[in-house]
C-alpha cells in the first residue's frame, strides 16, 4: 500500500485566488511526479522532482504554478491563479527514480474552483 | 511520440465472470507497462508492471502480459468479485523526458452480485 501522504483531501477556492497542497513522498523516494487528473480520468503530467530539483515540468505549470520539494520539507503545489478549468484531482506520486522503477500515488487533492 | 489506446470505457460483469481489460501502445524504446486500479475517492493503486524482462505479471488473483509483436497489453482475471469494482487504467512509462507516466483513458469495471 502506497504510503504517499497529501494534505488536503478537498480544497475550494474562488477563481483568481491561490491554491496550495502538499505532498510527503514514501520515505526513500527521491523523485516525485504530480499529476492532473480531471474529470473525464485524463491524466496530466505536470512536473517532477529529483530531490530538490526540477527535473521536467509542461507548460502550463511553468506560467501558472509554483511548486517545490524542499528538504525535510513537503513538497508542494500552488496554483497563482486558481481558474474554473484547473478543478480536478491532484495526484502525488514517488518513485526510487529508475525507468523501471513503480510510482506510488497518494490520494490526491480535489480542487473544485468555483 | 508516446501513446496508450484503451477502448472498453465501461465493463460489467457478474461475479465469477472472467475479466479481459486490452491496450494498446507506442514507444520508441522497450516499454515498462503498468496496470493501475482506482477505487472511488481514491488515488490509483499499483496493481502490476510488466517489462520486457518479465512478460508477465500476476498479483492480487490479477494477470497482465504483452505481446511485443502486437504492441498490446492486456489484464485479466479468472473469476471477478463485487470488491473488483472500480476504474483500471494501463500506463506506459515515457521514452523521453524524466519518466512520467502516459495513461490510457480508463475501463470502468462494474461487477453486479
Known amino acids: 500500500n502506497s504510503k504517499v501522504i497529501q494534505t488536503p483531501r478537498y480544497l475550494v477556492k474562488g477563481q483568481g485566488q491561490k491554491a496550495k497542497m502538499r505532498c510527503i513522498p514514501e520515505k526513500g523516494h527521491p523523485v516525485v511526479f504530480w499529476y492532473q487528473q480531471n474529470k473525464n480520468n485524463e491524466f496530466k503530467f505536470l512536473i517532477n522532482f529529483q530531490n530538490q530539483e526540477v527535473l521536467q515540468q509542461i507548460d502550463m505549470t511553468e506560467k501558472r504554478f509554483s511548486a517545490e520539494c524542499p528538504s525535510n520539507s513537503p513538497c508542494s503545489l500552488e496554483i497563482q491563479s486558481s481558474e474554473a478549468g484547473d478543478s480536478a484531482l491532484y495526484l502525488c506520486?514517488?518513485?526510487?527514480?529508475?525507468?523501471?522503477?513503480?510510482?506510488?500515488f497518494g490520494p490526491g487533492t480535489r480542487l473544485t474552483v468555483l | 511520440g508516446d501513446s496508450v489506446t484503451q477502448k472498453q470505457g465501461q465493463v460489467t460483469l457478474s461475479e465469477d465472470d472472467f475479466l479481459f481489460i486490452n491496450c494498446t501502445y507506442s514507444t520508441t524504446t522497450y516499454p515498462t507497462l503498468l496496470w493501475y486500479v482506482q477505487y472511488l475517492g481514491q488515488g490509483p493503486q499499483l496493481l502490476l508492471k510488466?517489462?520486457?524482462?518479465?512478460n508477465k505479471g500476476i498479483s492480487r488473483g490479477f494477470e497482465a502480459t504483452y505481446d511485443k509483436g502486437t504492441t498490446s497489453f492486456h489484464l485479466q482475471k479468472a473469476s471477478v468479485q463485487e470488491s473488483d469494482s472500480a476504474v483500471y487504467f494501463c500506463?506506459?512509462?515515457?521514452?523521453?523526458?524524466?519518466?512520467?507516466?502516459?495513461f490510457g483513458s480508463g475501463t470502468q469495471l462494474t461487477v453486479m452480485p
Open positions: 506520486a514517488s518513485t526510487l527514480g529508475d525507468r523501471n522503477a513503480e510510482q506510488f
Open positions: 500506463a506506459l512509462v515515457a521514452s523521453s523526458g524524466s519518466w512520467q507516466l502516459i
Open positions: 510488466v517489462t520486457t524482462a518479465n
